[in-house]
Structure formats: C-alpha cells, structure tokens
C-alpha cells in the first residue's frame, strides 16, 4: 500500500517531543472500515477536520488540566465561544450573555443569532443567584466569563451554575483570565469551560487557538460534530506550540501573576490612577469572589486614569519602553492597550465611561516595568496641561 505509515524503525523511535501529525486524508484497511468510519466519532480518525493524533495529544492534556473528561479544540478563542453556542442554541431559544463578555460572542449573539431567532439577553455580569429571575422556559444557555474582558467584573459562578441546574439551563464560562490552574470551571458546576489558547497556554504571542472543555459525554459528541460540520479544524504544528506552552504554563502562571500583583499594587497608590480594576487587590469589588474561588493571580488588568485629553494618553502611550503596544494577553511579553470612552459607555450595563487601559504582564524584569510606568504616567500628567 502506498501510504505514509511508519516502518518499525520508525516505530521504534520514541521522543519526548510529541508527533506532529498532519492529515486530510486518513486510509482504511478496508471496505467495511471506510464505510463504518463515521461510528469512529467522537474521539477517532476518519478525516483530517475531526483532528489527528497530535490534536488529540492536546485536547486530552487541556481536559486534565480542567478536572474535566473531555475537550475539544478550535482554531481560536473566538472560534470556541461561538461553536459552543452554535452546538446547543437555535432559533427559539433565549441565550443570557453577560454584559462583560468577550466582544465578539456578543456581536455574534446580537448580529448573527438575534437574526437567526435566538432570543439574546444581556445580563449585569455581578447578578450572581439574581439571574434566577431571568430565566424562561426557553433559556437554553448562560454565557459567562470572569473577571470581565477590559472592565474586569467578578461573577458568583456556583451561585450561577446551581441555579441553572435546578432550571435545566447549561453554562459555559469563559475561563482565560485564571487559565485552568487558577479556576476550576468544571468543578464549580460549568457544563462547558472555554480557554483562549491563544493567551496563558500558548504563552508566547505566536499562535491562535481555543478549547472547550466538560465532562458530558452527550455534550462531547454534539461539539465534536459542531466543531467538524463548521470546518473548525485546528493545525497540528499549532497544536504543538500549545502543547509546547503546557510545560511551561504553571511556571509562567505563577511568575507572571506575582509580577502582575506587584506591578498593580504599585499603580493603585500612584496619583495620576483613579481607580484600578484587578480583583486580587483587596479594593476590587469582585475581590471577596476571587478571594473564595481563585488560586492564581493573572496577568491581566485594567485601570482607569485621572480624567485626562486624548494627547494625554497618547503620551502615555508612546512614552512606553518595555511594554509595546498591542491587543492580545497573556504571553512573555509585556503589552499594553487602550479601550476609548464610548466603547465602555456604550455598552450595556456599563462598569465606567472613561476610557481604559489594559496591561497584560510578561516575565519581565518588574522594576523595570514599574519604571516604565511611572516614567509613561509621568509623560500623561505633564500632558494634562498642553502648553
Ligand atoms: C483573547 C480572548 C478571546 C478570543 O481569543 P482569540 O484566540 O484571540 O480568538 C476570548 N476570550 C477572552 C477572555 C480573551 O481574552
């Protein structure tokens, strides 16, 4: 047979590197096999869209470090946001998603599904058992994510989970922020636990990836449809980035997130910030919440600036050093971003209508990134003043 299978030579080599192994076909040994090839799902090979090996490497290492029994990949965060909804949403159904979730599951909720006849309802993201009094008889699913993407707002998730459990509505939670080290998902009731890959795992700004994770079999075999029906197939020379980041992830959790503390124990006290949004400060209001669920500390936190012009921010900006400037989080590398007024106060149940800035901590020296700070707030003051 002409295929590409190992000799025993090759079989015999055994690395502590994983395989990458690409695929669109996958070869059967015979008729019967070709023919029966869809009952390999859902965790077999019949087509390279379903995974290989090397994905499949990944989606059991994430599932334990989740606590959970299964996992599937996408090729982005964004990509396991939405085909974790398109799995169990359709026309007829009411979807709550939090007011702080990640920009585009809401756009996609309010564009998309609002239009396919889903019922979209924003909820306040610090509602906790509250959202009882939400729920209908055709709440189908309960979109949360903590702390907030930018403003950073806690949610009581067990308080959440056992109320949609009593009333038969499934939850999914976007867990980037704390990454499966510092928030157990699975464990506090989520049906379906999300991770930006693309963030902590991969850990170096190199690549894009998602992963959805929970314990129900029946939950599994419709996502692992869902993800092959949309195309979702993921790269395996991704997969072993991510699989790659894994090994160092618990290190650059906790270096990271002590770093992070420092650096924004430090902003709190200066002048020219007027408030700070982290939840592991003991100021945070989600911070009785993170204090009772979390183990890590993050690497990612907003602030809130003395009310300044634009060209004082600008200032601030480009007077950065060691941070560059950019979106994304939760790699090496030190990276700042700026969200404008209108985008925060435009939104519903709005947490401020100042603009903000976003700061994701890398392994930096931190007095150096303190530094650089002071020397940017130093520039956005002295701009306070034009002239
Ligand atoms: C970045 C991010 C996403 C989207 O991930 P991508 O891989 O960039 O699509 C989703 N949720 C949160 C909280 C994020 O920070």
Not at 173 to 202: C, E, M, R, Y
Not at 275 to 297: C, F, I, N, Q, V
Request: aromatic share 8%; proline share 5%; net charge negative.
């Amino acid at each position: 047979m002409s295929t590409n299978t190992p000799t025993s030579q090759q079989e015999a080599f055994a690395s502590l590197s994983p395989a990458v192994m690409r695929a669109s076909t996958v070869v059967f040994d015979n008729f019967e096999d070709f023919v029966q090839r869809k009952q390999r799902q859902p965790d077999g090979f019949s087509y390279g869209v379903t995974g290989t090996p090397t994905a499949r490497l990944l989606e059991q290492k994430v599932a334990q470090l989740e606590n959970g029994r299964h996992c599937v990949i996408a090729p982005s965060g964004a990509a396991a946001l939405m085909t974790t909804v398109m799995g169990f949403v359709r026309g007829g159904d009411h979807l709550l998603v939090s007011a702080a979730c990640y920009g585009a599951l809401k756009s996609f909720a309010e564009k998309w599904l609002a239009r396919m006849g889903v019922e979209v309802e924003l909820y306040r993201p610090d509602m906790g058992a509250d959202i009882e009094a939400l729920i209908k008889d055709n709440t189908r699913m309960i979109c949360m994510e903590a702390p907030g993407t930018v403003t950073m707002e806690m949610q009581d998730i067990p308080a959440i989970t056992a109320v949609a459990r009593q009333r038969g509505v499934l939850t999914m939670l976007d867990n980037t922020w704390a990454s499966p080290l510092g928030f157990a998902g699975l464990d506090h009731g989520v049906d379906f636990s999300i991770q930006a890959a693309t963030k902590f795992l991969g850990g170096h700004s190199d690549v894009l990836m998602g992963c959805i994770s929970m314990n129900d079999h029946a939950h599994y075999d419709i996502l692992r449809e869902t993800q092959s029906i949309l195309g979702q197939q993921v790269s395996p020379e991704d997969c072993f980035l991510v699989l790659r980041g894994l090994e160092t992830l618990k290190l650059r959790v906790a270096a990271q997130g002590s770093a992070t503390l420092q650096v924004a124990r430090h902003l709190a006290q200066h002048p020219m910030v007027e408030r700070m949004m982290y939840p592991p400060l003991e100021s945070d209001p989600g911070h009785a919440l993170w204090k009772r669920d979390y183990r890590t500390h993050g690497c990612l936190f907003s602030m809130i600036l003395k009310p300044g012009p634009e060209q004082a921010f600008n200032s601030f900006f480009d007077s950065l050093q060691h941070f560059v400037i950019g979106a994304s989080w939760g790699g090496v590398h030190s990276l700042a971003a700026y969200y404008p007024a209108a985008l925060q106060a435009n939104r519903a149940f709005p947490a401020t209508d100042q603009p903000v800035v976003r700061l994701s901590i890398g392994l930096e020296d931190s007095t150096l990134l303190i530094a650089d700070l002071d020397r940017a707030l130093a520039a956005y003051a002295q701009a306070q003043t034009p002239g």
